[in-house]
């Protein structure tokens, strides 16, 4: 779907429905929605929020969230590796940087990132018109409105660099084949826009939710994604220095007292556990809805927690690893019991080893061992918990949330803005929690500002492996070229200028003005 297409879709606003409830379709309509009348109630204005939530999960292409992201931002990465070796596929090419402007991933992402754009800004428009409900619940819905607006723009930018801003509701369709790219400078100020109003509108919490995080956007969830944006505006590819704004959005989520760490990094990932006190924002998923991409990093035929045997790890990122960090067994998965619950050497039970025989002596081991690798690829661990919860008929797809922001994300965030602003002194604290979480020792005193920020990109990657921020990393710290182009998959194809990936060569045939990247 173009982005043309994508305007007319959004706006005739029968897709703000369709995508946000379903029931409405057994009852008799008495009456036509209009950019006129509706959203007019707060029941209404649930409905179109989740419409926006529906970019984001909904649709049979696995556009999103439910894989098409991480294609984007977790695939490419030093800590990821793909299983296919066909040139001809799209994951392989993702990986390798051999990717074309026609790679699949690109339009898919595109157009699910302006479709909630599109509807963002249906409702940034429409809810100061409303009468019928009280400015408490304009500000909230108003405040949601602006972070999808922002987040989306914010995704955009990191991925292709300058994009088209699209900051108000399109009525004149044949606009849309006219739309020029605004410069990365601009996109980022909109963004800070929109999130410093998000903050101030948001809620710390839904009236009618259990959960800081539901997935919808809280005061908390703005302020972590506004110091995440001051960094990147910070790094090297947009240089300016926002490090103390960004310290002081991510000290305004630690001081708030709304989140919390959760004490056994493994229980972060067990779907019984979702939307927990450390989850700040997450991709929503259950019921009919369901993950792809994590499921996709499990082995095949392990029994009922099997999946598509896509995505490994490195046995090199393993090894970076301190042997006594409490991260390092659940994010790499090298051994699976089956069944699950059986104990090693009971009867019955059969031991799966990533790089070595099984216990029972017959069993082989599960991985991929490819010419280019010395060793067996460890699994993702992070998301192999299924609960239960997997089926063949939803293709292999867990009810597992994809994390957006945690808690412990805002405190390596506060930590590394707060050491380039002023240094380390103040910095301590907020890393040495996660540090001590993980069963590390504090950082030791007296760093210089160089030494604690190696110490903070290090922790980042331990902590937040798999998450889609490695990449991100790189780029903002400037190293996207000299770390990739060391790194045995990606070296295939990664040239200097693919810090930004191509422009999706659909959008160009609809809007040659576009243009393209350099270097494509």
């Not at 399109?170 to 903050?199: G, K, M, N, P």
Request: charged share 20%; glycine share 6%.
């Amino acid at each position: 779907m173009r982005l043309r297409t994508l305007v007319v879709f959004v706006v005739g606003l029968t897709s703000v429905v369709l995508a946000g409830c379903h029931n409405w379709l057994m009852e008799e309509p008495e009456d036509f929605f209009s950019r006129d009348n509706f959203p007019a109630s707060e029941a209404d204005l649930k409905i179109a929020l989740g419409g926006i939530d529906d970019w984001y999960t909904g649709g049979s292409a696995q556009a999103y969230f439910h894989r098409g992201w991480p294609m984007l931002t977790e695939v490419p990465s030093d800590q990821t590796v793909i299983q296919s070796q066909s040139t001809s596929d799209t994951r392989y090419a993702q990986d390798t940087y051999t990717l074309t402007p026609e790679n699949e991933w690109l339009w898919r992402v595109w157009r699910q990132i302006y479709g909630a754009i599109s509807q963002a800004n249906f409702l940034i428009a429409r809810i100061p018109q409303m009468t019928t409900v009280t400015q408490d619940v304009r500000d909230r819905y108003l405040g949601a409105a602006k972070f999808h607006r922002a987040f989306n723009h914010f995704n955009a930018v990191r991925v292709w660099g300058s994009i088209p801003l699209m900051l108000t509701p399109v009525t004149d369709f044949s606009s849309v084949t006219q739309l020029t790219r605004a410069s990365i400078h601009d996109v980022y100020a909109a963004i800070v826009v929109d999130l410093q109003d998000a903050a101030r509108l948001l809620p710390r919490r839904w009236p009618d939710s259990a959960t800081p995080d539901d997935g919808r956007p809280t005061r908390g969830a703005a302020n972590a994604m506004l110091a995440d944006v001051f960094m990147n505006m910070s790094g090297a590819l947009v240089n300016e220095n926002h490090w103390a704004d960004a310290a002081a959005a991510a000290k305004a989520v630690i001081d708030s007292s709304g989140y919390s760490l959760v004490p056994n990094f493994s229980d972060l990932w067990l779907i019984k556990n979702k939307n927990g006190p450390e989850h700040i924002y997450s991709i929503q998923f259950q019921g009919l809805k369901r993950n792809l991409f994590t499921c996709q990093s499990r082995p095949s035929g392990i029994g009922a927690e099997s999946c598509t045997n896509y995505w490994y790890s490195t046995p090199e990122f393993m090894a970076s690893f301190d042997s006594l960090d409490a991260r390092k067994s659940v994010t790499f998965l090298t051994r699976v019991n089956v069944p699950l619950a059986c104990t090693t050497g009971a009867a019955g039970c059969v031991t799966y080893y990533y790089d070595k025989t099984a216990s029972d002596g017959k069993t082989a081991p599960f991985g991929d061992k490819r010419p280019r690798f010395p060793n067996f690829m460890p699994y993702y661990g992070k998301f192999f918990d299924a609960n239960g919860s997997i089926q063949n008929s939803q293709n292999q797809r867990t009810d597992l949330n994809w994390p957006i922001y945690r808690y412990a994300e805002v405190l390596l965030m506060f930590a590394e803005a707060e050491n380039e602003a002023r240094g380390p002194t103040a910095a301590y604290g907020a890393i040495n929690l996660v540090r001590e979480r993980a069963k590390l020792p504090d950082l030791p005193a007296g760093l210089s500002q160089d030494q604690f920020r190696a110490a903070v990109h290090q922790e980042r990657r331990w902590e937040l492996a798999f998450e889609s921020k490695r990449l991100f990393d790189l780029k903002r710290w400037g190293e996207f070229y000299s770390t990739l182009q060391n790194d045995p998959v990606a070296k295939i194809g990664v040239k200097d200028f693919m810090v930004f990936l191509p422009i999706p060569q659909r959008e160009i045939d609809l809007d040659p003005a576009l243009g393209q990247n350099p270097g494509y």
